[in-house]
């Protein structure tokens, strides 16, 4: 053996492993994600069609079945669009200026992550439940709450509540002020810069904070369970839906509903997928153009 | 975690924003008054006001009330398992966890962008959906479980039961931590170490490992913080035993339904506390990841 061809080896062996490891690796890796992840999702399917498509269609078309998902979209509705409207808010002010308590604000934005779900509910029946802080004053107007769809929203807006400032922070900073300022000092209003310069900027940052959020808003269970009162057909959302069907062993009805939610939770992988893959090749594009031009045209 | 895709950008768009001093930027762009006090005002009616309910009403305890709510037996008990079930459950992913990153970055096999999308299921789907669909596999009659009664494994209803779920639940934490700075290493370290004559084994754990460490750490932490707090695939699956399989939680569930606010604003204290302190860990370990990245 010569001792070129054996420097060689040595170099190829050193940055990779032996066929035998690397297929080894890779079966462990499959088979942990085929246990943990494929299986739980096959399951779902498996036991919504046990007895048959019929049962399952059956199960889909009850009227508590239907209010359910008519409150989980309501409340999907209202939550997301609030915590957009404060995502952009907060990332504009954290990542376009500096002040003083801006690391303060940034992580308290994170705190709802950190939060058990049931304390997060149980946060607005301490505010808002008979014996909260408002019970009195809401009972002598009349305005329920707690055990109420006004709750619900509050408690998925808590839980959902950093998605999208967590996805625009950093993009924003990295982005800088430069094309801003260029805009404003052009003579566009304020607006105008937002509108023309920083969405198309951030748009797809913010498409990916939305999803997410969009996907946990409708999803969610501890904080929901804790402030719904779990009323049939009036405060169940889908994931309520699901439990109570559950405990009531209609299992065929709840795993029925259940597939809804895992049919939106690989709707929201696909776009996210999809997202990523764009950003990507946007990205390989911009590392092949001339270096006198560092933007693509728009 | 979420953060893959913008982490990329922000490394990518850094020469954009080089140039332009925040001093000026204030003065030329307008919004800041607004937008902060917006973020700000919403902030405290959504999660700080709130939040601080919880402890005005534990302040209206007494010391005694509140140690007794706190350290009742059964609520040890559910320490116990909550802690304990969380941290084996963050000790499997940080594993399989930097495993399956090493996979998906290191080598190529057919499938793989799907097993990568796929790696982000736990967070999309609905955890009560999670929960039945692993009791459904995990019972005696189920896909999993019909092969483990045999051999005298119980799982579902079981605290080992509440693991799975965990595991399941803390999954992409790690890979997602580990997967961008994997991404970074550079080779030529590895093709150093070798040619002075380390072996595979020696090169990953001398050089590759303490420079994921501080990523595998925070996924770690995140992981175990993230199954701490853990409430809607695990209930499912427990069996919900006082003493035995009973969450903390759950307890909070528990001491609700039966009106007392109080005792389960003091169990909801001692988690928000301990919450508060693995956030502030997360926060320390992210500070390290930032400083050995840039170093």
Excluded at chain 1, 93 to 121: C, N, Q, W, Y
Excluded at chain 2, 167 to 186: A, K, N
């Amino acid at each position: 053996m010569s001792a070129p061809s054996k420097t060689i080896r040595r170099v190829q062996a050193g940055t990779t492993e032996s066929a035998w490891v690397r297929r080894t690796l890779i079966g462990i890796a499959l088979a942990f994600m085929f246990l943990f992840l494929v299986l739980p999702l096959a399951a779902v399917a498996a036991e919504a069609l046990r007895k048959g498509v019929g049962a399952y269609l059956e199960a889909l078309k009850e009227p508590d079945a239907w209010a359910a998902i008519r409150l989980t979209l309501l409340t999907a509705a209202i939550a997301v669009p609030l915590n957009l409207v404060f995502g952009v808010a907060a990332a504009w002010a954290i990542a376009k200026f500096e002040f003083r308590g801006k690391a303060v604000l940034t992580t308290l934005v994170d705190l709802p992550f950190a939060v058990s779900p049931v304390v997060a509910g149980l946060i607005y029946v301490l505010v808002f439940g008979a014996q909260g802080w408002f019970g009195p004053w809401l009972q002598a107007h009349d305005i329920k709450i707690i055990f109420a769809v006004p709750g619900i929203v509050l408690a998925t807006v808590f839980v959902t509540f950093p998605f999208i400032a967590r996805e625009l922070i950093p993009l924003m900073q990295a982005q800088g002020t430069d094309e801003e300022q260029a805009a404003i000092v052009l003579g566009a209003t304020g607006w105008q810069t937002f509108w023309r310069v920083t969405l198309p900027n951030i748009k797809w940052g913010l498409l990916y904070g939305v999803i997410l959020c969009n996907a946990r808003a409708m999803g969610e269970f501890g904080a929901v369970s804790v402030v719904s009162g779990h009323i049939r057909g009036q405060t169940n959302t889908m994931p309520l839906h699901v439990e109570v069907l559950y405990n009531e062993y209609q299992s065929v009805a709840a795993f029925a509903v259940a597939s809804l939610l895992a049919i939106l939770a690989l709707v929201t992988l696909v776009i996210k997928s999809v997202i990523e893959w764009r950003h990507e090749r946007e990205m390989k594009a911009i590392a092949e153009l001339p270096p006198e031009r560092p933007t693509p045209a728009a | 975690m979420s953060g893959a895709a913008t982490s990329a950008l922000s490394s990518a768009a850094a020469p954009l924003a080089s140039g332009g001093g925040h001093g000026v930027s204030r003065r030329v762009l307008p919004g800041f008054h607004l937008t902060l006090g917006y973020a700000v005002l919403y902030l405290s009616l959504i999660v700080l006001i709130p939040l601080s309910a919880l402890v005005f009403k534990t302040f209206t305890m007494s010391w005694e009330h509140f140690w007794v709510a706190v350290t009742a037996p059964r609520v040890m008990a559910s320490y116990r398992l909550t802690f304990g079930a969380s941290l084996i459950a963050a000790l499997v992913n940080l594993v399989f966890g930097l495993l399956v990153a090493w996979v998906l970055v290191r080598y190529k096999f057919p499938g793989k962008r799907i097993v990568d999308a796929l790696v982000d299921l736990p967070f999309a789907l609905p955890t009560a959906v999670a929960g039945i669909s692993l009791t459904a596999l995990l019972a005696g009659n189920g896909w999993v479980g019909q092969f483990l009664e045999p051999l005298g494994i119980k799982l579902a209803f079981t605290p080992a039961g509440v693991v799975i779920a965990l595991i399941f639940i803390g999954l992409p934490f790690v890979v997602r931590t580990v997967q961008p700075v994997l991404e970074d290493t550079e080779k030529e370290l590895e093709e150093a170490a070798t040619s002075l004559g380390a072996t595979r084994l020696q090169t990953f754990t001398k050089v590759i490992l303490p420079s994921i460490m501080p990523a595998l750490l925070t996924g770690f932490a995140m992981a175990f913080a993230r199954a701490i707090g853990e409430y809607g695939s695990v209930i499912f699956i427990a069996g919900n035993m006082p003493m035995i399989s009973e969450i903390t939680p759950l307890i909070i569930i528990g001491k609700l339904e039966q009106y007392d606010y109080a005792g389960a604003t003091a169990v909801a204290l001692v988690m928000l506390v301990i919450s508060f302190l693995l956030l502030l860990v997360i926060n320390g370990l992210q500070g390290w990841k930032r400083r050995r990245s840039e170093a």
